[in-house]
Every structure is written in structure tokens, then in C-alpha cells.
């Protein structure tokens, strides 16, 4: 569960003002708004990897002495990667630094049909090859949380349609995802809650989380 309190949100303006809410694991949460209105701001900093600029936020179901970078995973976008280094070589790596099962490798490459060019230099890859290697990480990682910042895009429609799989498999196994999208309603019907942000203030369901 996440709970964050009276959250601050601030870029070259406040992006979120005093926002307070939870979320729970086993569900799926999309997060709708324009682009520079702050949803990678706020992934980032539910991701713990920058500080919100006021407020709290907390993971309550952690034992005490697991981070929250072991237990989430962010991943913003495939210009992360390194073009010399192989989709496995990614694989691998998330596998072994978030302490997962290694079975979850070829769990993702089957899942994303990534076997004939998992062991190419990424330089070699097209936008939607990389975007699998993306994909698979979350998998490699077995992470409690995931968090997606436009997951599906250069994906074609099969592999939307294997997201879309991927994230109800998620959830039955009572993973939180939190994912944004530029396809807007046309994945965001997976949903179980949707969050919004109209600049300063962000919504759940419709509802103002302010104060």
C-alpha cells in the first residue's frame, strides 16, 4: 500500500499541491494528464528516486528492513538504454539486482516473444523491440510494484493486447501498477482506479485528493 500525505510537487511551477490518498496493492491504477503536467514527476517520486517537494509518502506493507527500490520498479523509457549493451544483458542485470528468481529471464523473453533478438546489441533494435526489453524488466524484477511510464508505446496491437494479459496477471498475484498512457481510454478500461492531474491539483476516480 502506498499512503501518501499532503504531497508538494513543484518543476518550473507547482505541479501538485497538498495531495493526500492510498493505494493498494492487487490493483491497477491509470494515470491520465497532459503531457508536462507532472505524471513522470509523480512516478519518479512514488518510485523514491527524487524527493517530493513537500508531504510524505510511504510503502505500509514493507517489512522494516526491505527498501522500497527493492520492492518497486520505474523504468521511465527505452532512451535509458545502453545501444552496445543486449536486451539480455538488461534482463539479466535487473534479474540479480532486485534478487529474483532467474526463471523470471526467460519467463519474459517467452512472454514478449523476444528470442530472436534478445542477444542483439540494442543499437540493433527497433522502438518496439527496446520497448519489450522495457517490459521484460518489470517482469525479470518480480517487483511488489510497478510503475509505467507510457508502457505501450511502439507496441502494435498483439503486444497491447500482451500488456494488457500482463497486467491482469500482475494484479491476481497482488502487484500495484500504476501506469500512464498516451492510448488513454483505449487501455485504461484494465483499470480498477484512475488518476488525474489538472495542474495543481491531482484526482482519484474523479475526486480531489487536495487537503
Not at 518550473?12 to 493498494?24: G, K, N, Q, R, V
Request: aromatic share 10%.
Amino acid at each position: 500500500m502506498i499512503i501518501a500525505k499532503h504531497i508538494q510537487l513543484v518543476a518550473e511551477h507547482i505541479l501538485i499541491s497538498d495531495a493526500s490518498f492510498t493505494l493498494s496493492t492487487g490493483k491497477i491504477y491509470g494515470l491520465s494528464a497532459p503531457n508536462g503536467s507532472g505524471k513522470s514527476t509523480l512516478l519518479r517520486s512514488l518510485a523514491g528516486l527524487r524527493k517530493s517537494d513537500g508531504g510524505t509518502i510511504s510503502f505500509s506493507d514493507l517489512p522494516s528492513q526491505t527498501s522500497i527500490k527493492e520492492q518497486c520498479f520505474y523504468f521511465e523509457n527505452s532512451s535509458w538504454l545502453d545501444s552496445n549493451l543486449t536486451g539480455y544483458d538488461y534482463l539479466n542485470l535487473i534479474n540479480h539486482l532486485w534478487k529474483a528468481d532467474p526463471k523470471h529471464i526467460e519467463e519474459a523473453i517467452t512472454t514478449w516473444q523476444m528470442q530472436d533478438f534478445i542477444n542483439r546489441p540494442i543499437k540493433k533494435y527497433s522502438l518496439g523491440m527496446k520497448q519489450k526489453v522495457v517490459l521484460g524488466m518489470y517482469q525479470a524484477t518480480n517487483a511488489r510494484y510497478w510503475l509505467f511510464d507510457e508502457p505501450t508505446l511502439a507496441l502494435d496491437k498483439q503486444s497491447v493486447a500482451t500488456f494488457l494479459n500482463y497486467l491482469s496477471t500482475a494484479r491476481a498475484k497482488n502487484k500495484m501498477v500504476i501506469f500512464s498512457s498516451h492510448a488513454g481510454d483505449e487501455v485504461f478500461h484494465i483499470c480498477d482506479h484512475i488518476l488525474s492531474i489538472t495542474n495543481p491539483s491531482l484526482f482519484l476516480d474523479g475526486v480531489k485528493t487536495n487537503g
